[in-house]
């Protein structure tokens, strides 16, 4: 389909970029490797009066480390993240999971921040910047502002970012130590996840000795699993894993559509669980 008609701003620093959304107001969406929002417009499931085109912004691209901490443009393509080797030795479940995202195609253009500020439950880094306790960094015209990733999805394709902010970027501590992995299911390759399981697990004494895991659309946002998390700790063994991954689906609202049932997204997120909680903990 042929998009709306709409005004085209593409400002060339951070500055100017805040401020043509702060005289836009609602009426702008921000464009940055256009992988989500191009799809909106052609479907015309988006009616934006101006599209503002941060690609050309200097300096919200590449990836550094600060302390104990990994620092991630926001323009940085899924490509670089699965590439890049401090991700990868820092904080692997984000690399693997994005390598799991659509085809080469897209990951060559999307971007970390434009994926993340989409904020679609069905997307897979949501949940894994959930997992990993990230924190997302915004620049409005009252400056910046840190926002912890759980306090980011607000709801179905809403984040907590004011609409005159800009997502510039993401802070990633470092899970040296830790064992991850990323586990979804989908009907056909480089579709979205029916759900989705991100799973860090740090070991000790031959133990479980904490989890964290988040869900992939499994209600309207990237969700914790906190009763599989308490259930685990201390587990030891396969048995166990799978006793306690029977609550990972306690508290969560998913939706029913053509794909699933919400019964069967809850039956997948359980199995899903114990398969990536085996696999982060070397028990698989």
């Excluded at 043509?20 to 479907?43: C, F, I, M, N, Y």
């Excluded at 869900?215 to 306690?244: C, F, K, Q």
């Amino acid at each position: 389909m042929i998009p709306p008609a709409f005004d085209y701003a593409r400002p060339t620093s951070l500055d100017e970029a805040v401020r043509t959304l702060a005289e836009a107001g609602e009426d702008a969406k921000v464009l940055a490797g256009g992988q989500s929002l191009l799809p909106l417009l052609r479907l015309r499931l988006a009616f934006p009066e101006l599209v503002v085109d941060v690609g050309r912004i200097p300096g919200l691209r590449g990836i550094r480390e600060d302390g104990d901490t990994l620092v991630i443009g926001a323009l940085t393509t899924h490509h670089e993240v699965v590439h890049d080797p401090l991700v990868r030795r820092h904080a692997g479940l984000l690399a693997q999971a994005t390598e799991t995202v659509a085809d080469p195609a897209v990951r060559h253009r999307g971007t970390l921040g434009g994926s993340l500020a989409h904020a679609d439950p069905a997307g897979d880094l949501p949940a894994v910047v959930l997992a990993l306790d990230a924190e997302l960094v915004a620049v409005g015209p009252g400056g910046r502002r840190t926002i912890p990733a759980r306090e980011f999805f607000a709801d179905y394709l809403q984040s907590t970012l004011a609409p005159d902010e800009l997502l510039v970027e993401i802070r990633v501590p470092k899970r040296d130590g830790w064992g991850f992995h990323y586990e979804k299911f989908h009907r056909v390759a480089q579709s979205w996840a029916m759900v989705g399981v991100a799973t860090l697990v740090r070991r000790g004494d031959g133990h479980i000795a904490e989890a964290r895991i988040a869900l992939t659309n499994m209600g309207a946002t990237p969700l914790r699993a906190p009763a599989a998390e308490e259930a685990l700790a201390g587990a030891g063994d396969a048995a166990a894993v799978a006793l306690a991954a029977q609550s990972a689906a306690e508290g969560t609202r998913p939706s029913r559509d053509a794909s699933a049932s919400p019964e069967y997204r809850a039956h997948l997120a359980r199995v899903l669980t114990k398969r990536a909680v085996l696999a982060a903990a070397g028990m698989g």
